[in-house]
């Protein structure tokens, strides 16, 4: 039986992912009410660390803060309602500490300069920041199969790619640059906020090249469908869908980002919904793995935390 605290909890968290998570939350509802509570959750706490970071009144008040959560990791206890429900969750679902270290360091990064230099460096940033909660989902979906994780990872990359591709603008007037330095040349961010007509065809090359090595990510992503609970296959295959028409909207402007964020209306999600589970649960790759994982994909991820289990899925 749920507890008072966290029932809380997770009706403040539902209010954060209505808000500021409309995919997830529209891919949440094919979840059971158990694993829903528990993502709604997840992704709750993973959003007030990102907050922490990017509404701090200082660089200094940021790094306090976050590392005020990561010592409440280490110790297991927080008097901070939403860190505490997360130690809850974490606690609960058997969450490596290691893994939300990760998450906290990308966190981190992102308060110093922000200039990516090259592909290597951007996709240890997005296995940081987003890799990692593929890895947290896993756990909090009750996957038994550890082959499920490195592909969790990947669908995480991916939608961290697509999120980089679309959002340069917004990034871009906080001073980050997340697109590499080697497809772009070392640009600073304010000239990528509405760029200069001569440097149109080199960024839109550069968001058309990023997102091809999304698709990537993503279909190793959906490879890994099958090692998930069954009831879990349909809101992941949804989120990663719905995520990815994110990317297909872009390719659709000619990848000018530019002209406005790109969002995908409800009419769209229905008909990317619709089309994934009338056609993906027919294949057979979709109730039984075929593909083992590329490990090419994670060449840059070496040392990382957090990877160690898939470290020894790799080897077998």
């Not at 991916?158 to 697109?179: E, F, P």
Request: proline share 5%; hydrophobic share 45%.
């Amino acid at each position: 039986m749920t507890s008072g605290p966290q029932v809380t909890a997770l009706a403040a968290a539902d209010k954060v992912l209505a808000s500021k998570g409309r995919s997830f939350h529209w891919a949440r509802r094919l979840l059971s009410p158990l694993h829903a509570g528990r993502a709604t959750r997840l992704y709750s706490f993973c959003r007030y660390i990102d907050d922490l970071a990017d509404e701090a009144s200082s660089v200094e008040s940021a790094q306090a803060n976050l590392t005020l959560v990561s010592q409440a990791i280490v110790n297991g206890y927080s008097t901070d309602l939403v860190v505490a429900d997360g130690i809850a969750l974490m606690q609960e679902c058997c969450i490596e500490p290691a893994v939300f270290h990760e998450l906290i360091a990308g966190m981190v990064s992102d308060l110093g300069l922000v200039r990516i230099k090259d592909e290597d460096e951007l996709l240890r940033y997005c296995y940081r920041v987003a890799g990692t909660v593929g890895l947290m989902m896993c756990k909090v979906l009750d996957t038994q199969n550890p082959r499920a994780l490195a592909h969790a990872v990947d669908l995480g990359i991916a939608m961290q790619l697509t999120n980089i591709c679309r959002d340069i603008s917004a990034d871009a007037m906080v001073g980050r640059r997340y697109i590499p330095a080697c497809l772009i040349g070392e640009i600073q961010p304010d000239a990528l906020v509405m760029p200069a007509p001569d440097l149109h065809p080199k960024l839109q090359n550069c968001v058309a090249h990023l997102l091809t090595i999304a698709d990537r990510y993503y279909r190793s992503g959906e490879q890994g469908l099958a090692y998930l609970p069954a009831g879990a296959r349909s809101s992941i295959l949804a989120a990663a869908r719905v995520y990815r028409a994110i990317g297909s909207g872009l390719r659709a402007r000619d990848n000018a980002y530019w002209r406005g964020r790109v969002i995908v209306p409800t009419r769209v999600k229905l008909m990317v919904t619709a089309g994934a589970l009338l056609s993906v649960p027919l294949r057979p790759s979709f109730w039984i793995p075929f593909s083992p994982h590329d490990d090419s994909l994670h060449h840059a991820l070496t040392g990382l935390l957090g990877l160690s289990s898939l470290s020894a899925v790799h080897a077998r």
